[in-house]
């Protein structure tokens, strides 16, 4: 009922136990892809698929070798070969020329290394599939690993570390690894810096270059690869691309180094180890080791019990953990380590502050529960529930992206038989409780690794340092009155298995469209208080919906602490729900509430027979909630957390902040909502929410297998539902209004400078505002980012290497666009400025020197990714909802853009560049700047990675500082400004952005 089968031909080429062979391979009912799995002679692995309607085709090369395999002495050496085999091969020496074509004909490239693979994948336009195998094939017998690239591809490896030095989650998982057995290759640093790529191999005598040509000669064997191709072309075509271009890929003889027994060994058990973060964290995380599940894929013990322990309906630990106060989150599962060798199981729970001081109690809990489970036995009701649920995620699958999907597909390859590679992560279908029970022993005190994180840690004494990432942390024995402890716990009356779940779907039909269905949302209601958009869904065909819901109130955002109080409601809301709509999440119906500049947004997605149902309770429980006096003290302290801890971001993403604290209408930054905070209570929001739903204006698309009569019957109920319960009125047309963006003043420079004191790395991120939504203009914006993006990108990272990250792409806010160029680098900012205007002035030589055949191909590359149909229900309707939301309703928006793009010539572009970027005169910039504190860089100069304090500085809104002017050369005003408001105060704003629905196509 579930699963069809589609049969593939496999040939296993010269192996002699094995010759041409059909093979029933399992797909999903709704796939209406074809599959074909073969072996080259050299024993590489290859899916081929055929999509007749795919836009992009894809590919993507799995290596079974990964950091696992890095020398001792050369930590990150697999990651570095990463890098380099996209920096030129002897058939294609120039070093971005894989990444030149990709970018030309509308694709995109990337790769990861992981501990035991290496993945490499790129999409691009399906005509030019075999020009990018091509170049492909070429990584995997031909690099080139030119002597200069290796001496300066080290510093992007150096600067995508630094990037993460100060993460929570690489610190946290490299802790790990560092208190792990030192005899194990897990324990090894695996990204690699500057350090162990170059300066200690200097010392010692290592020449690098030698030991990546080693590295890539011994590892990069035809066996240890996997390949998966999609595209629109036959499988006979697509295996004749394959095989002509990977069969001299070398089978070498040789395999990955053999990884034996457990990381976490006797001596690494029973620990207790207290981490200091970076943010402001508060988790517990209890670890034991257990054998890889990952080949048990048909019957998932490791699943059950994540299914149950993490659960967090009534009876649920988490629901003890938070009616005591202690918890705010709770996940478990099991953890991939080596397959086939070691994994971890994993329990994980978000702390309150209160919790910090009952860690032990929490533990207890956490075994009881797991008494609980070995109290009650395995239940094959809970098994096939999780089974049925399995079985129709499988058969109602979306569609993936074409590159990402052949990413995991290429990984499945070598782990899963050749039937099963579609299938295996769904195919729950075996009941085995010994297996379950295996795992269950192991969860006990005598194999625990507990970690605690907090920030209270840092005046403790005698902290060691973690040597790669520099975090702080102490570590102890738990004491045998703990073990006893826990390994005595009796059970708790509170806590019980969940009951089963009312919310599984039972009807899969697929209601049939009406006849000149609309390709776009049609209007169905449009009353002063609600606009209803409906589109019946003819395309996707699976028996899913999407309800997209705005609900905007001018009491939202009146004030820092309006705003405040939304988002409290809005999160004690969620709060509120968890119990009641974890059994829905479960059964694929997914969830979400965001408080937002004029009201709060509502998601549902999943299967439709009981999405309307579900929507329905939620708006009925948001407004009759009872915020918990309790649970409030909670919730607000996550929400003060998130508020400070958002200045612990990358500074590329603190200039972006700032940007839009500089040109928005109107915005409370993180520290004016953090002021207004503190005198918030439980009462305040209780009081607040019946003022923020009593003039509200609903705004709905519903979109998916789901009838015009249907939404008409749930509009009807969602207006009387605030009508009878809040008597909510409707508002003003003059309240709907957008945000605004300010019109920056041409032959003006602005500089704004934000600091931070976690990061030693700077950040310049430079806009030119080209103005508000217009037609030709947004295209001739997107066609000139399609040609500057890869050369901007190959210049300043691959050449002069100037940082990891170093992006340029169009910016959208509030209806208005601009260019944007961002580079993070240890350079100073004023350096970054200079180089992209360098880059920018130097640009022009390269539009007035491209021919028109490279001209087209760019413009081909952007029409084919304008013209890029959603590949699932959820993707067309976040495209619409942006439309609706943005309030220009121009659904045909893609296809009106691609063909005003055929009216565009180069020297359209060319002016177009020198009106908006080049000419000082004409142009509107606007440049933010993140600089490190003085703090931190000399925590650098003293090479020190201890953690720090929070200190992003931006500039007040209101101050007694003037604004610093003054003129270059060319009479252009440089303006950095040390006061927003007062900025502001000079400004006009734009004006709104047209709605164009009456363009439709019906």
């Known amino acids: 009922l579930f699963v069809i089968v589609a049969l593939i031909t496999v040939n296993m080429g010269s192996l002699e136990d094995v010759s041409e062979q059909p093979i029933e391979v399992e797909k999903s009912a709704s796939d209406d892809r074809e599959y074909r799995f073969f072996v080259l002679e ?51 020496p120039k070093e971005n020329e894989y990444s030149s074509f990709i970018s030309e004909h509308a694709g995109f490239s990337n790769a990861f290394t992981a501990s035991s693979d290496t993945n490499y994948y790129f999409d691009i336009a399906q005509e030019h599939l075999e020009g990018a195998l091509d170049r492909f094939c070429e990584f995997f017998y031909s690099p080139l690993f030119n002597q200069d690239c290796t001496e300066r591809e080290v510093n992007a490896v150096d600067s995508e570390n630094d990037k993460n030095l100060q993460n929570d989650s690489w610190r946290l998982h490299q802790l790990e690894k560092a208190t792990s057995d030192p005899s194990h290759p897990f324990h090894k640093f695996s990204t690699g810096d500057k350090s162990t790529l170059e300066e200690i191999p200097k010392q010692t005598g290592v020449d690098v270059r030698s030991a990546l040509l080693e590295f890539h000669d011994k590892y990069y064997s035809s066996h240890l690869m996997s390949l998966a191709v999609l595209g629109n072309q036959s499988l006979d075509d697509l295996e004749a691309m394959v095989r002509a271009r990977f069969s001299n890929v070398e089978r070498k003889n040789t395999n990955p180094p053999a990884i034996n027994g457990h990381p976490h060994t006797e001596d690494y058990l029973q620990q207790y180890i207290e981490v200091v973060p970076v943010k402001e964290l508060r988790s517990l995380t209890l670890c034991f080791p257990i054998e890889d599940q990952t080949l048990n894929y048909t019957t998932q013990p490791g699943h059950y019990l994540a299914h149950l322990l993490g659960h967090e309906g009534p009876g649920s630990l988490l629901s003890l953990l938070k009616q005591q106060g202690w918890a705010n989150g709770l996940c478990a599962g099991d953890y991939q380590g080596e397959i086939g060798v070691f994994g971890f199981f994993k329990i994980i729970i978000d702390l309150s502050e209160e919790g910090e001081t009952h860690i032990t109690e929490i533990l ?15 239940k094959e009701w809970i098994f096939e529930e999780c089974r049925d649920l399995y079985s129709a995620a499988f058969t109602f699958k979306d569609k993936s992206r074409p590159a990402s999907y052949c990413s995991r597909l290429a990984k499945d390859i070598r782990v899963y038989p050749a ?43 005698n902290l060691e340092t973690e040597k790669w990432y520099g975090t702080l942390y102490h570590k102890r024995r738990l004491s045998q009155e703990e073990i006893h402890r826990w390994k005595n716990v009796t059970l708790s009356p509170d806590l019980k298995l969940p009951t089963p779940n009312n919310f599984i779907a039972t009807k899969f039909d697929i209601k049939p469209p009406p006849p000149n269905v609309s390709k776009y949302p049609d209007l169905i209601r449009d009353s002063p208080l609600s606009k209803i958009w409906h589109k019946q869904d003819d395309k996707f065909l699976l028996p899913k919906a999407t309800i997209l819901f705005a609900l905007t109130s001018p009491v939202a955002y009146s004030d820092a602490r309006s705003c405040n109080l939304t988002r409290l409601f809005s999160d004690m809301l969620k709060d509120d729900l968890t119990e009641f709509a974890y059994n829905a999440e479960l059964a694929g119906i997914s969830y979400s509430t965001d408080n937002t500049m004029y009201g709060i947004d509502f998601a549902v997605n999943g299967y439709d027979e009981k999405l309307t149902i579900f929507l329905e309770a939620l708006v009925e ?77 609903l705004e709905c698309l519903v979109h998916g297998n789901i009838t015009r009569e249907e939404t008409i019957t749930f509009a009807d109920d969602l207006e009387s539902l605030f009508k009878n319960r809040m008597h909510t009125t409707s508002l003003l047309e003059v309240e709907l209004q957008p945000q605004r963006q300010y019109v920056l003043r041409p032959s003006e420079e602005v500089r704004l400078e934000v600091k931070t004191n976690v990061h030693h790395v700077y950040c310049t991120f430079m806009y030119f505002q080209v103005g508000l939504d217009n037609p030709r203009n947004n295209v001739l914006l997107m066609l000139l980012a399609q ?9 300043l990272r691959t050449q002069e290497q100037l940082g990891y990250i170093v992006h340029a792409g169009v910016q959208k806010l509030y209806g208005v666009r601009g260019m944007v160029f961002v580079v993070q680098s240890e350079k100073h900012t004023s350096i970054l400025d200079s180089r992209i205007e360098s880059f ?19 413009v081909e590359s952007l029409s084919t990714m304008l013209l890029e149909s959603p590949k699932a229900l959820s993707l067309e309707a976040k495209r ?45 910039k606007a440049a933010v700047w993140c600089k490190p504190s003085q703090g931190a860089l000399q925590r650098r100069a003293s090479n020190s990675r201890k953690n720090s304090s929070v200190n992003l500085s931006i500039p007040p809104k209101t101050s007694n500082t003037n604004d610093e002017d003054r003129e270059n050369d060319s009479k252009v005003v440089e303006l950095e400004v040390n006061d927003i408001l007062r900025f502001q105060k000079k400004l006009f704003l734009h004006g709104l952005p047209q709605a164009t629905h009456h363009d439709l196509v019906k």
């Open 880 to 924: 619409h909802w942006s439309e609706i939301t943005g309030k220009t309703y121009t659904f045909r928006r893609h296809s009106r853009d691609a063909e005003t793009l055929r009216t565009l010539s180069k020297s359209d572009v060319l002016e177009f560049l020198q009106t908006y970027l080049l000419n000082k005169s004409t142009r509107r």
């Open 364 to 378: 207890e809990a956490v075994f009881q529960y797991i008494a609980l489970l070995k109290h009650e036995g395995v």
């Open 419 to 461: 039937n099963h590679i579609l299938s295996a992560p769904f195919k729950l279908n075996t009941f085995a409780p010994d297996l379950v029970e295996s795992i269950l022993d192991n969860l006990k005190p005598e194999l625990l690794r507990v970690t605690v994180v907090s920030k209270k840690f840092e005046t403790k004494a």
């Open 787 to 795: 040609i500057i993006k890869e050369p901007f990108f190959h210049t």
């Open 840 to 858: 920018i002035a130097a640009f022009e030589t390269n539009i007035v020197e491209m021919s028109e055949e490279q001209f087209q191909k760019h």
């Open 42 to 92: 050299n024993e590489m692995k290859v899916l081929v698929i055929h999509d007749q309607d795919t836009d992009k085709a894809a590919a993507a090369m799995n290596v079974n070798i990964g950091s696992l395999a890095d020398p001792k002495h050369l930590p990150g050496l697999a990651h570095f070969c990463e890098h380099m085999l996209f920096l030129g091969t002897e058939k294609f």
């Open 621 to 697: 429980r948001m407004v009759s909630l009872k915020v918990s006096k309790d649970r409030f003290p909670l919730i607000k302290d996550r929400y003060r957390r998130s508020l400070a801890n958002f200045e612990s971001g990358q500074p590329s993403s603190l200039a972006s902040y700032g940007f839009k604290i500089l040109v928005q209408e109107r915005t409370y930054t993180h520290g004016e909502r953090l002021a207004a905070l503190d005198e918030i209570t439980h009462e305040d929001v209780q009081n607040f929410y019946p003022k923020l739903l009593r003039r509200v204006h």
